[in-house]
């Protein structure tokens, strides 16, 4: 009922933005079923990988990973047992994770640092890799210095897009308004032409 399972949602302009930046790799913690059928609208091929079973099994460039199970297999990781279990019911698709936090640019939309299999991700790849590739968070949220160090650690660069017009935080649909104004990814672009092989 929470999360209207069953329910067919109307896929929104989001989901097709997100299209829009033509990610090889989508990772999400989300259990709807909107951003595959955003890619079908799109004519785009995207393998879904929602249990460890699926690892094995990809044969397609472009992929969705939805890190915390969905409502199609009813794995979903919700609960606090949920995330200490993590690693033993998503060994598979944990170690991915790793591996491609790892070796790719890794571009955080929407995420805050605070979702626990994230962090203990990144923080595993800190500990285990010598050369990292960046990790950016495109964020509506002020950033204190504080803040920014604690990201920094973990070689998290935060790209802070902001409302002018506006004290408030922006919504997600006014947020890719300003990705749209201030372009993010232009910079991370332009950084990331510096580092060879990407």
Not at 33 to 51: C, D, H, M, P, V
């Amino acid at each position: 009922e929470i999360f209207k399972d069953g329910v067919e949602l109307p896929v929104s302009s989001i989901h097709r933005k997100i299209l829009k930046f033509n990610p090889r790799t989508i990772i999400t913690t989300n259990y709807d079923n909107l951003i595959e059928r955003a890619s079908e609208e799109y004519g785009e091929i995207r393998q879904t990988i929602s249990q460890d079973i699926d690892i094995p099994y990809r044969k397609y460039n472009k992929e969705l990973i939805k890190m915390h199970g969905d409502f199609e297999h009813d794995n979903f990781v919700y609960a606090e047992s949920d995330y200490l279990n993590y690693s033993a019911n998503f060994p598979l698709i944990e170690n991915f994770l790793k591996s491609i936090f790892s070796t790719h640019v890794i571009v955080l939309l929407g995420y805050s640092f605070n979702d626990m299999d994230l962090k203990q991700i990144v923080s595993w790849v800190k500990d285990n890799s010598k050369e990292r590739l960046p990790i950016y968070m495109i964020t509506t949220s002020p950033k204190d210095t504080a803040e920014l160090n604690y990201l920094g650690k973990y070689g998290i660069k935060a790209f802070q897009i902001c409302n002018t017009n506006s004290l408030s935080k922006p919504s997600f649909i006014e947020f890719f308004k300003l990705c749209d104004k201030y372009n993010p990814l232009n910079y991370i672009k332009k950084e990331l032409s510096r580092i060879r092989n990407c």
